[in-house]
């Protein structure tokens, strides 16, 4: 590992508060490669005392950054853009460190962030309001967006890079200040990403990095000085920030788990779209928010479908990430294969026919790494735990359906709603699909069907805990105030 700057050039992850860097003094922990289970980094957690203090310093920086004019306030973003630019590779390299996920897949988010602080340069247009004059004789009115404060943002493991940079760029261009907690399993490319950011010279105070898990984030919820959070992660933990956010008196979004189903119509172009569900199902070793994790051939498609798709999984490549040719790396911890094997267990025991079984040995792999094969279940049926619960792995269960009817009713009886994606050469069906499904993020013929930075982004159901969506307008809107100013002159 050849990080550069301060905060990741020793193995000791740092904390950035009141515009310096330090080691915070909470429980210590081991930040591993899951490639091959060996410690790349110590990460000490912060303590409550220090949310504190990094909440008093960003409530201080904002009531002199909201002041700062828009068009000066996106200056650092644009430095921002070109430092990432540069660092892209050093970046990419240590999330597939500390991550597991196979190169391309993490300069690929390395870029999706990039487009996060591009979207958001442009905040000066934006963030205008709308403006009518006379609506009443002599009387003009207009709205203006207002930033509301510190704000926070929690994320998850799977996404260190780009969840990040779906709040801090929007929140910070739109005038309020900001406290990163990025998830404690992978703080390395946060935390590298945050000194780029400072390089480019943001503010002491309007940004600032805490780490840690539980404690911390029970810390952020309750300080009175933090005026919104943005939440990123799993599905019960989403629903408890909401909650408890809400019950704080804050602004909250909260986008949680999911199960994605993939619905393939008899007239499918099937190697195109068995090449999608791969990448979908399998891709970052399942462990994507918007991986299919049910298939669902409509009628006499399932045969060939099946056939095929088996075929073309038992030829991905596992291994460490940073090699060359890997399709998919380990899942993020021996915990969590385990967790993933559990899964699997159960359904074989509730009836599910395995066509291919993730825990056969994997071939070549470092067996001190977390790695986990493939697995497809046929015949499931939609009470049982693998079609119902997130298993986020490597993990797919087929159900088949007899008509596009059949299929949109199973799919809406999903308690979660994060994405889909229908296989079809029918506009007609796509169409139907598009308009009657519960989801909130609907492919046609998509391998992820992920929106870009100036698009919203979110599910529905338990998906997703609040209103103004990640990124796009609904960012901008989440982390501002409207007013309205009605304005008469004698
Ligand atoms: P997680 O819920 O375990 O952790 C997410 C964040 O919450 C981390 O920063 C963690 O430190 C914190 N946290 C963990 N337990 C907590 C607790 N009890 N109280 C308060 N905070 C707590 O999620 P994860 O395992 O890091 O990420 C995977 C999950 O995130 C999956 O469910 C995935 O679907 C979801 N996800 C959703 C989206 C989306 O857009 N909907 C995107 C990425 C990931």
Redesign the pocket.
Same mark, same amino acid.
């Given at each position: 590992m050849t990080p550069t700057a301060a905060a990741t050039e020793t193995t000791e992850i740092k904390s950035f508060i009141e515009g310096a860097w330090s080691t915070p003094k909470g429980e210590s922990h081991s930040v591993i490669n899951p490639a091959n289970g060996e410690t790349i980094a110590t990460l000490n957690y912060s303590t409550a005392a220090d949310v504190d203090l990094a909440a008093r310093a960003a409530h201080k920086a904002f009531l002199s950054w909201r002041e700062v004019p828009v068009v000066d306030r996106v200056q650092p973003l644009y430095k921002f853009k070109t430092l990432l630019e540069k660092h892209t590779d050093e970046i990419a390299r240590l999330l597939t460190m500390e991550n597991g996920k196979v190169l391309p897949d993490a300069m690929a988010e390395v870029k999706r962030a990039i487009q996060m602080v591009e979207v958001a340069c442009g905040m000066p247009s934006l963030m205008m309001g709308d403006s009518l004059n006379d609506i009443a004789k002599g009387i003009d009115c207009h709205t203006i967006r207002q930033p509301i404060g510190a704000c926070a943002g /929690?994320?998850?493991?799977?996404?260190p890079a780009m969840?990040p940079l779906w709040m801090y760029p929007f929140a910070i261009a739109t005038g309020n200040t900001f406290l990163l907690?990025?998830?404690?399993?992978v703080p390395l490319s946060p935390t590298r990403m945050a000194e780029l950011f400072i390089e480019a010279g943001i503010p002491e105070g309007v940004f600032q990095l805490i780490h840690?898990?539980?404690d911390?984030?029970?810390a952020l /919820?309750a300080h009175p000085l933090i005026k919104a959070i943005s939440?990123?992660?799993?599905?019960?933990?989403?629903r408890?920030?909401y909650k408890e956010g809400a019950a704080h008196g804050k602004r909250v979004q909260a986008?949680?788990?999911?199960k994605n189903h993939l619905v393939v119509m008899p007239d499918a172009d099937l190697p195109k779209a068995i090449d999608a569900i791969l990448s979908s199902s399998f891709g970052a070793a399942g462990?994507?928010?918007?991986a299919g994790s049910v298939l669902v051939p409509v009628g006499e498609v399932a045969e060939p479908l099946l056939k095929l798709l088996v075929e073309k999984t038992k030829a991905l490549r596992f291994g460490d990430g940073l090699e060359a040719g890997m399709n998919v790396g380990p899942v /993020?911890s021996h915990d969590?294969r385990k967790k993933i094997i559990g899964y699997i267990e159960k359904g074989i025991a509730e009836g599910a026919t395995p066509l291919c079984d993730g825990r056969d040995t994997i071939p070549g792999v470092n067996s001190s790494g977390s790695f986990l094969g493939p697995t497809i279940f046929d015949h499931v049926k939609p009470a049982m735990t693998i079609a119902r619960e997130?298993i986020?792995g490597p993990v797919l269960s087929v159900i088949r359906a007899k008509d596009l009817d059949e299929a949109i009713h199973l799919v809406n009886s999903s308690d979660f709603g994060?994405t889909t994606t229908i296989y079809t050469a029918s506009g007609k069906s796509a169409r139907e699909y598009q308009t009657r499904i519960e989801v909130g993020m609907v492919g046609v013929n998509m391998a992820v069907a992920a929106p870009m930075a100036f698009f919203p982004?979110?599910?529905w159901k338990n998906?997703?805990f609040g209103d103004l969506h990640?990124h796009g307008k609904d960012a901008v809107y989440f982390y501002t105030e409207q007013k309205v100013l009605m304005t008469r002159w004698f």
């Open positions: /929690i994320t998850p493991f799977n996404f969840v907690k990025p998830s404690e399993k840690g898990g539980k911390v984030v029970e /919820i939440f990123v992660g799993s599905t019960p933990i989403a408890h920030i986008l949680g788990g999911a462990e994507r928010c918007l /993020i969590h997130e986020f994060n982004f979110a599910g998906s997703f990640a």
